[in-house]
Nanobody, 125 residues
Framework: EVQLVESGGGLVQAGGSLRLSCKASGFTFDDDAIGWFRQAPGKEREGIACISNSDGSAYYADSVKGRFTISSDNGKSTVYLQMSSLKPEDTAVYYC??????????????????WGQGTQVTVSS
């Protein structure tokens, strides 16, 4: 059974940094892809970053490009999201998700089959 557990969320001031972790289990970590999504109250779930577990290629949404970095440690079956220069509009619940779909790089939620429970990130102004 695929399981994903996020951690690392919290409260941070604007301009600050946080690192989220996504611990994965139940599948071979060198296949497919892991993505990070976020959902703010009243808004649709937004894909922000994803990474291939086989070759490390990564893609970002324009809203976070240059501020967030996704990385993976296959030995620890963990994917990280380093978030810097945080803004109040980054406030959301952040989820990691697993995809074995060919279109994983498009960051569409419906291409991801397994999801973590989410971790809250709040950025104060």
């Amino acid at each position: 059974e695929v399981q994903l557990v996020e951690s690392g969320g919290g409260l941070v001031q604007a301009g600050g940094s946080l690192r989220l972790s996504c611990k994965a289990s139940g599948f071979t970590f060198d296949d497919d892809a892991i993505g990070w999504f976020r959902q703010a109250p009243g808004k649709e779930r937004e894909g922000i970053a994803c990474i291939s577990n086989s070759d490390g290629s990564a893609y970002y949404a324009d809203s976070v490009k240059g501020r967030f970095t996704i990385s993976s440690d296959n030995g620890k079956s963990t994917v990280y999201l380093q978030m810097s220069s945080l803004k109040p509009e980054d406030t959301a619940v952040y989820y990691c998700a697993f995809s074995n779909q060919l279109a994983w790089a498009l960051l569409r939620p419906y291409d991801y089959d397994y999801w973590g429970q989410g971790t809250q990130v709040t950025v104060s102004s």
